[in-house]
């Protein structure tokens, strides 16, 4: 998606340990226009997969999974990081290691949101190890629902979580794929 | 909002302890028609004032401030309940007590996505004792931007947090508010 790597150039910004930040207009601070342009590429891309669902990860995926959800015309589920008082009952759990937070933690889902009807698009903001969306793929499988593909923003390939999704044979669409990465350069894979 | 009162009369679930259940449509799994009409309603009902943000707090605020940014065709922040690795260098923080989650936890935005020139809307889910948003509210005086108004989609007006905010003279718009709530019943304030 040419608008969003051209807008990931003049606003991101590379700092130490391979964090791209982008929170200028993704994930702190969101420009409405873009998540609307990526809501409507996503549906492009999975037009013909019969998805009924998306379901994403709090927080930063939110904003993102929203505009697909519109996009798609479908009900949005995220997936909570840590039991609360107001998930009460049955609940799908899988445990994530974090990379960025140097933290390990439960990504939950209640059971009366996901069952085995369901056709689930994941969508997320980041795919660099993939260990977060290996927590939701795990709480697919235990609901018996149908994984039909996974949009991905910006995938830092370079990271190996991208192609150890896609060996697993998942369909995997990121609208913006990061080759190699230093303080002062941004390389894209074709 | 009758579509709004009628959806929580029909999918809420009302739970011991002053806890009202409204993720089947509002802040698990979303709806996206209701969100779509409870952003249009924001629009109308601050229609006068001059907004150019919305923040709110993640994580359920975020796909609800979402379609508010939409309908005003403005940028979203959210603001994040822990400090990250990403979000480096001067940030705004506030401390704020949960009183769903039994804890105390920093709210923090970057000093980069508000400042004196903004007119802010801040949006959310839920409105009981008011914690959260006495966060958000200073917050946006550290940073000097104006504080345009509050948009809470549902205020549980026996819980006192909204009148303290009213009382302050803050303009506050909450599309259903609760009058009282029992296991059996649950009566809107008119």
């Known amino acids: 998606m040419q608008s969003l790597k051209d807008r990931i150039l003049s606003d991101g910004k590379v700092r130490p340990g391979n964090v791209l930040k982008v929170d200028s207009f993704l994930n702190h601070q969101m420009d409405i226009h873009i998540l609307e342009e990526i809501g409507a590429e996503f549906k492009r891309r999975f037009e013909d997969a019969n998805i009924n669902k998306i379901l994403t990860i709090e927080a930063s995926g939110i904003a993102i999974a929203c505009m697909v959800a519109k996009s798609f ?8 990081k840590n039991q609360t008082k107001n998930i ?10 974090s990379y960025t937070h140097s933290r390990v933690y439960d990504v939950i889902v209640s059971k009366e949101f996901l069952t085995a009807d369901d056709r689930v698009l994941l969508i997320d903001d980041f795919l660099a190890n993939g260990c977060a969306l290996e927590g939701l793929i795990d709480i697919v499988d235990q609901s018996g629902a149908m994984l039909e593909g996974i949009g991905i923003v910006i995938e830092k390939h370079f990271q ?7 060996e697993k044979g998942i369909r995997l669409e990121s609208l913006a794929i990061i080759e190699s990465m230093t303080d002062d350069s941004l390389k894209f894979k074709d």
């Open 73 to 80: 015309d479908v009900p949005l589920v995220f997936a909570k």
């Open 88 to 97: 009460a009952g049955d609940v799908y759990s899988s445990r994530v290691t």
């Open 160 to 166: 190996g979580g991208g192609d150890r999704l896609r």
